[in-house]
């Protein structure tokens, strides 16, 4: 799943997008974000987080419900992510315990503890 954010006017350019992709938290889906990248010229005015808003809808609206994330906690924590950790969340790999973020998008499907497994193209 991917969010564009585009210029309007004689041409569109995507000036940002947040990449959504499949996860499972054991055997749990969930969806993990990352990565997001915005144009130089278009950084720092909210365009990062108006495609993060926008991937995070979307994923609400196709029934998704879960959501994990590698970042920078003070970015992330403006979308609702907390430490995944708290959940008993971890990854498979060495990250440190701030940077692993999850959240749920619907508060009746809570999350549950488990590794985070990514698809099988990311080698990990």
């Known amino acids: 799943m991917l969010s564009q954010l585009s210029d309007t006017g004689a041409s569109d350019v995507v ?3 947040a990449l959504l992709t499949r996860c499972h938290i054991d055997e749990a889906p969930a969806l993990m974000l990352g990565p997001v990248a915005v144009h ?3 950084q720092r005015k909210g365009a990062g987080s ?3 808003q926008a991937g995070l809808e979307h994923a609400r609206r196709m029934g998704e ?3 994990v994330v590698v970042g920078d ?3 992330y ?3 609702g992510f907390t430490r995944a950790s708290e959940f008993g969340i971890a990854l498979a790999y060495e990250v440190p315990d701030d940077e692993v973020m999850a959240m ?3 508060p009746l499907d809570p999350l549950q503890s488990g590794v985070v497994r990514f698809a ?3 080698g990990m």
């Open 73 to 75: 906690p003070k970015y």
């Open 65 to 67: 419900n879960h959501v």
């Open 15 to 17: 000036v940002g997008h």
């Open 120 to 122: 099988d193209g990311f």
């Open 104 to 106: 749920t998008l619907d």
């Open 40 to 42: 130089p010229d278009r």
């Open 77 to 79: 924590r403006r979308f």
């Open 50 to 52: 108006a495609a993060i």
